[in-house]
């Protein structure tokens, strides 16, 4: 082989396994996304199969307990509205109701943020 066609072979080389160092990088990426995926949709399923266990003795005759959270300053005779009852079953479900991670699965206990919009 000629010197010129060594350096060229090598080249060549370098330029695939910076292609394969690129294609690593990008799989371990994907890797991530879906073992961060596995576990959310883990903790999501534990969730909801506590949630059917507690609601099959509603099947049987016997009713769910409702969650009920009180307003600051709220008389005992006032009704809280449908919707801020919505807002506390999604609460106490799991999810996240305040304006920073709305809708998304709680999964560190409890949201300071959920807690002070439930007591304004």
């Given at each position: ?12 080389m370098?330029?695939?396994?910076g ?13 991530k ?5 596995n576990?959310?949709?883990t ?9 059917l ?10 009713p ?5 959270v ?6 005992p005779?006032?009704?809280?509205g ?39």
């Open positions: 082989m000629e010197k010129k066609s060594i350096f060229a072979h090598i080249q060549e370098e330029t695939q396994m292609q394969i160092h690129s294609d690593l990088g990008e799989m371990k990426l994907i890797m996304e879906l073992l961060e995926e576990h959310r949709l903790l999501e399923n534990e969730h909801l199969r506590k949630i266990k507690e609601a099959l003795p509603a099947e049987e005759g016997t769910l307990p409702q969650p009920h009180t307003m600051k300053n709220e008389h005779n006032e009704v809280v449908e919707g801020y009852d919505n807002l506390a079953r999604l609460y106490h479900e799991g999810f996240h109701i305040c304006n920073v991670y709305y809708g998304h699965l709680r999964t560190e206990g409890d949201c300071l943020f959920c807690l002070s919009f439930l007591n304004k």
